[in-house]
Structure formats: C-alpha cells, structure tokens
T-cell receptor, first 108, second 115 residues
Framework: QKEVEQNSGPLSVPEGAIASLNCTYS??????FFWYRQYSGKSPELIMF????GDKEDGRFTAQLNKASQYVSLLIRDSQPSDSATYLC????????FGQGTELSVKP | GAVVSQHPSWVICKSGTSVKIECRSL??????MFWYRQFPKQSLMLMAT?????????EQGVEKDKFLINHASLTLSTLTVTSAHPEDSSFYIC???????????FGPGTRLTVT
C-alpha cells in the first residue's frame, strides 16, 4: 500500500464548477497535511495546509481532513482554466511524503 | 514568502560525467534541506535530507555514492550526480526549511538530461 494515494485522473470539470480532489494516507501518526499545485515543468507551490479535523477555507479552496478515515480532500469552487494543473497531496509525519498527484483540467 | 533558488535551471551532460546542482535559501537560514526527484507523470520522491554541517540521510534505494549531497552552510546545499547515466535524467527539486514544524519552501527545480 502506498503511503499517500490519490486518484491520478485526469479530472475534467467545466469552468465555474466545483472540483473535488481526494487523498488517503496510511500513517495514522501523520500530523500535517498539505495540498500543492504543480504546473507542468514547474516545482510545486503550496495552496493549503490543514492540521485539525474538519474544514479549512481559503478563498475558493476548502481543505477537509478526517483523521479517523485517514482522508484529506481539496475542493476548488468556481474552477477556472488557470486552475488546470496537477494537485499533489502531501502528508507529514517525520518526512513530507507526496501522493502521485491528480491532474485537473478545467474546460472553458 | 521565503525564496529558494536552484542553479542551473536545466543542464545537459554526457553519460559518465558528473553534474553539480546548487540550492540556496536566499532570505532565510535553512537548517534542513531536502532533495527530491521527479520523473515525468510521477510524484516527487524524497532522495535525501541534509542538515547543515552533518552528513545527509538518504532514503532507501538512493545510492549515496552516486548522489553526493553537501550542506556546508545554512544557505547552500549541493547535489552532485556522479557518473551520470540516461536513467538519471529527471527533474531535481530542492526544498528548505528553517526548522522542524516550519514550512518547507521549494526551489524552482533543475531539469537534468543525460545523453
């Protein structure tokens, strides 16, 4: 079992829709959870982090964490074509471990 | 936010040669730096963790004699790929943090192509 798993996609949504990205992790001792966005040929950039169970909102982005289910998600509201990228879930226990990423395509 | 730079941004080298990649924290002192490798359509894989003044800790399966890491100062870490082969062609990304529980800042990456 991979330490951090994501659906590889691609996930395609129309402009203005909600994009939902999911991630599960195996280490119950993980403390911090991160979502990064990576454009092709670029390094990842941090979008959000979450430490506690529940929801955390930042603009159009909402991160959700359920430690009992070992599940993290990212919702992107009012998706824009500029949101088209690969989204990486990362989990930190001792080290920062990345999932394989979900490719998101937002169609105009 | 904090800035991490990498040099070069891309490099092409011949098989059997060595190449050095620099990672610098420009506006903060990084006690820990990380080196990742990313193959096309794959995720970032941690190669090694280095603390200033100490030997790097390599992840399982990463050859420490092939990927030499030096973290001689609080603002500079280098990765040297020795005797490079085409299978070493990849996107190498460094990141740095001030200390544990602080955010990791990522460099822009270095694209290595070995011919």
């Amino acid at each position: 079992q991979k330490e951090v798993e994501q659906n590889s996609g691609p996930l395609s949504v129309p402009e203005g829709a909600i994009a939902s990205l999911n991630c599960t992790y195996s280490d119950r001792g993980s403390q911090s959870f991160f979502w990064y966005r990576q454009y092709s040929g670029k390094s990842p950039e941090l979008i959000m982090f979450i430490y506690s169970n529940g929801d955390k909102e930042d603009g159009r982005f909402t991160a959700q964490l359920n430690k009992a289910s070992q599940y993290v998600s990212l919702l992107i509201r009012d998706s824009q074509p500029s949101d088209s990228a690969t989204y990486l879930c990362a989990v930190k226990g001792g080290k920062l471990i990345f999932g394989q990423g979900t490719e998101l395509s937002v169609k105009p | 936010g904090a800035v991490v730079s990498q040099h070069p941004s891309w490099v092409i080298c011949k098989s059997g040669t060595s190449v050095k990649i620099e990672c610098r924290s420009l506006d903060f002192q990084a006690t820990t730096m990380f080196w990742y490798r990313q193959f096309p359509k794959q995720s970032l894989m941690l190669m090694a963790t280095s603390n200033e003044g100490s030997k790097a800790t390599y992840e399982q399966g990463v050859e420490k004699d092939k990927f030499l890491i030096n973290h001689a100062s609080l603002t500079l870490s280098t990765l040297t790929v020795t005797s490079a082969h085409p299978e070493d062609s990849s996107f190498y990304i460094c990141s740095a943090r001030v200390q544990e529980d602080y955010e990791q800042y990522f460099g822009p990456g270095t694209r290595l192509t070995v011919t």
